[in-house]
């Protein structure tokens, strides 16, 4: 055997050797290295996705809290249903401190709603217009939610800078069965 024969089948076994290294192991390593990443970014992705859920879910959280903060704001002005009395003698006790005189003061049938009763009032009350428009003032400074409708105003023919107040005026408690 001379020696470039020696050398050329020492370079077909190298490069042979290379071959099958590359076939049966480079390309398998490379294939599971492939579906590795494949894996990852299919995780990242996941985890991406999850993320952006759990930013949504805290403002969701963070709004929630800010509604339950309202509805705890609201039922602290309604008072319990027990309370009804007492909401109309500070009605009555206002109004008479403007000297207003009151013409009528009738309970109108309740109204039950899903978490609040509203007792409407039909009220009549005679005095002068500032006397009236303080009243309404000190009505909106109660710690109560209170809704005013149906007001009609009418001057009287025989005073002059007096007038004739008739509305119903509604207030909010809480229901008890909710």
Do not use: C, H, W
């Not at 027990?82 to 207003?100: H, M, N, R």
């Amino acid at each position: 055997m001379n020696g470039g024969f020696r050398k050329v089948v020492f370079f077909v076994l190298i490069i042979s050797v290379a071959a099958a290294g590359y076939q049966y192991m480079i390309k398998p390593a490379n294939k599971n290295l492939y579906e590795t990443k494949e894996r990852v970014q299919a995780k990242l992705d996941k985890l991406e996705e999850f993320e952006k859920a759990s930013a949504a879910a805290e403002g969701l959280t963070k709004q929630l809290e800010q509604l339950q903060e309202a509805i705890t704001f609201f039922e602290s002005k309604l008072p319990p249903t027990s309370e009804i009395a007492k909401v109309l003698e500070q009605v009555t006790v206002i109004a008479q401190k403007q000297g207003l005189k009151p013409k009528t003061i009738r309970t109108l049938k309740k109204k039950n709603n899903s978490g609040y009763v509203e007792q409407p009032l039909k009220m009549g009350l005679v005095g002068d217009f500032n006397s009236f428009y303080s009243f309404l003032l000190e009505l909106e400074k109660l710690p109560r939610i209170m809704k005013i409708r149906e007001l009609t105003l009418d001057k009287e023919d025989k005073n002059e800078g007096k007038i004739e107040a008739e509305f119903i005026v509604s207030i909010f408690f809480q229901n008890k069965t909710s």
